[in-house]
């Protein structure tokens, strides 16, 4: 044992506990059963100080994020979030830190459903790795690749309070005080939208979440199914903040290229639009049509504003702040 | 994308290609299918520069390890590695590393008939992880809890060989340029003892792989599985070259305590006694009786020198170096 078993002391028996773990944290491996007519769907999110989060932020935060950024490709995928292993390196034992970080986990987990089945703790710059596994029914399952000409676009929630915060953080931008708590919990604190994912398989024809920017997240989309995608830009849901913002001379560019917003992007073919609205209105999830699917083009992501196109909106992707 | 998108360049489609696996890396998560009557075996492990590895480790022998520790898991529960997810932090694109441990990587993965499904790749200190993933029957598993007074003790393999490479590397033990060539392959190099692993499923009453050190790991089989453990310390299997260590004046303490192993410690009831041992001459493993289980008594591992007690060998367990 090194010197950080201390950390396993922490990090041991977290989250949810299931019928299907068959073998929990403590032996060389966790043993699990996928039940009968299951597939599993697996993904993994790494988050390291000062690229991902700066240095003093909160370890609650930081354990909630993490699962979230992870539940979010399960909820990408419309998988039901199950299990998870999670890794973590930090410069010295913190107990105070730990702690915070432990029972933050604990409680979002379980929240979630999750259990944490394995962890490796060692010495080092602080970095915080999990690796999410979910399960999918055999016949189904939302990928980057259906998205077919005629089919609608839809996003979940609103875009950009993330990135709104961030650049008020770096003094980019000037936000009130409670502007800025608002956008800064979206920031630190996104939830991830499972249940509205497992709530379109069967009527999303392809989806992703949306982590680096709405254009680079949809032009996976464009690129995966072979087509173009045409974006209202107008139409992009933002927060009664954004708008406050817009109001004081900002512009769409962080809702439609900023990071960090976890919401869901998805297309559906016209026949099923009752249905994706009702299954969203049911969970009490905002889902908004923001455009369509168009036959394949020389441009993937097309930005429309009034109708017309609007190159100068269709920004690169987002990058991580360092 | 962040700038790291070429590491991603690296780091995709990597190992063995299966038929299990319905969506590879590439989608927000992969989607695996388990077979009928299987379960899934799940484990993880990091190594931190500074920690588990030098500044100037081979980025190939570093794939190679971190394949390696994370298959000796799977190998100390008996189960057959599948997939793997992989996050690697590096402080800047180094293409010449990535190309050395991708490839390396790839080669490992594909001999083991494991697949990489899913990674992520930031900036920030050399930190690598890994995920295995892989199948187990439904009625069978080799977990650290079974064991039984009365039961053979077992390791495969020598041991000690790591640990002495550790201590000719950081000169607190002198050897020729020859001894040392042949113990760092041990360390860099470590050989998961995956086919001996399910080879012993159905034989075998417990059993570890042994990464922090004999006597420690065998104190994990000792609490899990409520028994004292005696250890006849001259039957402890060792190299030729930790003989010519002994012989210069060196003792067995790091064959007992040293760490890094990767063999497999595991017990099994004196019937299985033909049948071990058959399993393992039918993969060319050597493998050594060096002990049996009694009834929990104070001392959870015994270590007996010529049959009587010899608690000055009792060494606590391995730390990494640091």
Redesign the interface.
Known sequence: ???FSVIEQYCTALGASHSGT??GV?????????P?GM??????????????FFQDAAPNDLAWKLLNVNL???A??G?LPK?A???L?MPQENHLWLADFSAELHRAATQAGVQI????T????L?I?L????L?P?DD?I???GAKPGDDLYVSGTLGDAALALAAIEQRVALSAVQRRVVEAKLHRPQAQVALGQALLGFASAG??IS?GLL?DLAHIAK?SQVSVEVNADAVPVSQVYREYQNAGGDLSLALAGGDDYQLAFTASAQHRDSVLAQAAKLGVEVTCIGRIVPLSSTPVVVLLDGKPAPELSHS?Y??F?
């Open positions: 044992m090194s010197e068959e073998i403590g032996d060389d491996a966790a043993v699990v059963a996928v009968p597939r599993l769907a697996v993904s993994v999110d790494s988050m390291v100080e000062g690229v991902h979010s490709d399960m990408a995928m998988a299990w292993t999670v890794t390196t089945i394995g962890g490796d060692t010495r080092g710059q970095n790795s690796t999410i596994m979910g999918l055999k399952v990928s980057r690749s992703l979440d680096d680079g995966a992707s990058q991580h360092d």
